[in-house]
């Protein structure tokens, strides 16, 4: 049986989601509670890979194994709780067929940057935005936001340690808000390169603080440069916020 | 010369706001960090005392000592930055009158309580909001918060340890409200007995829940009898969120 799960994670204390050899991450913490509550071996298969310090709101993954069929899956939540700390939540668990894959099937996945945009830093935002104190003008990053839209090959925007061989990434939309003091960008695309967020998020800083020209902007993403693009900001005003699938049809409940 | 400084903290990290021997509290980082300043021992008198784990949007304290008189208040949230800790922040400073006292002339305090109101906790939530997973009913709530609005004696919501001789404290707004999955009770007044907010909180969640009916209400508050009302909720959901004072003249910038 196969199990699709959505969780949400805080990624500060946690080097990210994927595991690894003598570090704590959220997929190895996930797999000590679920194998607890199942007494066996599972195999966990997660829709992406988030970098040390990055979060989610919403992540999905699936579980194989022998696992309780006669189980309503709308249990689950409640019933792992007791064995994950704080910082990690199991919010709903389907049944799938077993086609499904919790990372190719994936239609776009969107991603939110928080920007604490004040002259001092909060400290309810800390280790949860980035801090900049200079204040961003939201028409022109939007204004840029609008070139980054559609097909393009994003090499310039892909941090060195990219495997990718195919760089060519369809951005589904990318817009820039300000809530308060609370600047988010929100991106969607079929795919991200190596820091790719975090690299168009300061392109569009250095353009809202007029370090870059608007005018520059569709040439730095032609000239495949990564030297060109603007800084990569740091993990922590990262946030996966939303995955869609291709098919609804592999939701059995 | 007298500074009025505004600061802001999590209180997740420390017993408290005042002072106390063998523990970490925001008073003590606050004042190691702006004698590190200033080069001299200084005097802090706080707003108000939050117990251990509550936290502050906007707290006010003034510090008395050898400032610098010929530096302006508005750089030291600047300087003072780099000797905090994130989880405390200066957010503003005024020069103000030698006989401003920063708790006897508050004319009220605002205090914010927050709940997550869904049946799994929310890790971005944890230690800064109180987790009900039955689904509390707002309306019903605001209908019970009128009746604390105004001049009460409010025995009933004391914990045991107050020390006030006079128990009535003259409520200026009570309201709850729904945002999402995050449910806000705010409450204003010129005085709060010892958990008064973290009672009332725990009466109108009682209510929500139709532990308590509506109806009861008013015999509770006359009956002085901390037994009637409804439990003490946890510190992490308590912010203190504004504070009023009697008169703007004593900001002297």
Known sequence: MKLLLEISYLGTGYHGYQVQKNAVTVEGRLQSALEKFYKCPLMLVGCSRTDAGVHAESFFLTVEGDLYENMSPKKLPFAITQFLPEDISVNRAWRVEDGFHARYDVMYKEYKYLIWN???MSPFFCKRAWHCPLRLDIELMNECAASFVGAHDFSAFMAQGGSAKNTVRDIKYLEVEREG???TIKVASNGFLYNM??????????????RIPLGDIENIIASRDRKRAGPTLPPDGLYLSRVVYKNDKFFKN
């Open 197 to 210: 967020v975090r690299i168009i998020a300061g392109t569009l800083v250095d353009v809202g603080m007029k």
């Open 181 to 183: 003091s609370l600047v």
């Open 118 to 120: 004040e002259p001092i």
